[in-house]
């Protein structure tokens, strides 16, 4: 049964260079459009959900032409405010092997930073809502987008709405000083807490445990004790972590891990390896979509990860930011069929 989701944040235009090339050697960029809370919007209405998308674009073409992109895959738009000045760009050069990708942001001053409250009706958006998500790239994007953040959450409780976050710690942003005044706060609306080690350190101030994403070597025991003292502080229904351990940008190893508050189980989901990858921008929304969507279609929590990272995995096999594999395909993964035999 579709269920009506909400996610609000920035949808910026992707300037990508093509063939892996560095920024110094592209003549051309390849085009697309994406953000966080935009591209798991996109996996849910690709799996069938009524998803819609709130945020600002500016009233020209290009907001128009990143409207259009979610349009075609079928997320609501009805509830996006046309106002400001740009919308928010980014760059991305695409690594391979031991050469890191690398993201440039030009977002300052863009629609969704200077938007207010006033510019969207949260009562009408909510009404009917069974879930709402956020990340924490929208309230670092500037003092007024965090106050709107907030002004959504208050609405989506008022009207029951479940809620999820994706802490996000973007460093070229803000701090980790000012993510902890912010985040912590908005902390209290949270039910469903997604975050990898980094952001659970950066955002919320938990030490992590002895975990080396570079080595492989992956304490488990580590993730369940920060996910025990976040319950404690925050009351939280599920914590959720993804796993990668990052052999090279080419080459990465896949899982994640939960803990039920109600059941106190932590659950590892299996690992999957990705190699090669074609692009990894995107995985964790992939990933925050597939669980949110499995949590929805009302699969117990171990199920539900194993949907997340399934459609995680899958996503890194495809260019720009949004996944676009269906049920079927992410639910065949999951199954344990990663032969990729060609279906005629």
């Not at 992707?14 to 798991?40: H, M, W």
């Not at 980014?90 to 993201?103: A, D, I, N, Q, T």
């Not at 994706?166 to 609306?189: G, H, I, P, T």
């Not at 990858?277 to 949590?295: E, H, P, T």
Request: aromatic share 10%; proline share 2%.
């Amino acid at each position: 049964m579709s269920k009506k989701v909400v996610t609000m944040g920035e949808i910026m235009l992707r300037l990508s260079t093509p063939n892996n090339e560095k920024f110094i050697q592209a003549d051309e960029f390849d085009v697309c459009y994406g953000g966080g809370e935009a591209n798991v919007a996109v996996s849910l209405a690709n799996y069938g959900h009524n998803a819609e998308f709130v945020t600002a674009v500016p009233d020209n073409e290009i907001g128009e032409c990143a409207v259009a992109a979610l349009r075609k895959y079928n997320v609501g738009t009805q509830n996006i405010a046309k106002c400001g000045e740009r919308l928010g760009i980014y760059f991305l050069e695409s690594g391979s092997s031991m050469r890191p990708s690398k993201v440039v942001y030009d977002r300052a001053h863009s629609s969704i930073s200077t938007a207010t409250a006033a510019d969207f009706d949260f009562d009408k958006i909510f009404e009917g809502a069974d879930w709402f998500h956020f990340t924490g790239i929208t309230p670092a994007v500037s003092d007024a987008a965090a106050v709107l953040t907030e002004e959504a959450l208050k609405a989506a409780k008022k009207h029951g709405v479940k809620v999820s976050v994706d802490l996000n710690f973007r460093k070229k942003l803000w701090s980790s000083e000012k993510a902890q005044k912010v985040m912590k706060n908005l902390m209290q609306y949270v039910d469903v807490c997604i975050g990898n080690e980094e952001d659970a350190e950066l955002v919320l101030g938990y030490k992590p445990g002895n975990t080396d994403v570079t080595s492989g070597d992956l304490e488990l025991a580590g993730y369940k004790s920060i996910f025990e003292q976040m319950v404690a502080d925050y009351n939280f229904e599920y914590c959720i972590s993804s796993l990668r351990v990052s052999h090279s940008a080419s080459d990465n190893g896949w899982s994640a891990c939960i803990y039920s508050r109600d059941t106190k189980e932590f659950y590892h989901s299996k690992e999957y390896s990705i190699h090669p990858i074609v692009d990894r921008v995107g995985g964790g929304d992939s990933f925050a979509g597939g669980v949110i969507c499995g949590l929805l279609d009302g699969k117990n929590f171990k199920d539900a990860l194993e949907f997340g990272v399934a459609a995680s995995a899958l996503k890194h096999t495809i260019p720009g930011d949004f996944n676009l594999v269906s049920r079927k395909e992410v639910e065949t993964l999951a199954g344990g069929d990663a032969s990729g035999r060609v279906q005629r």
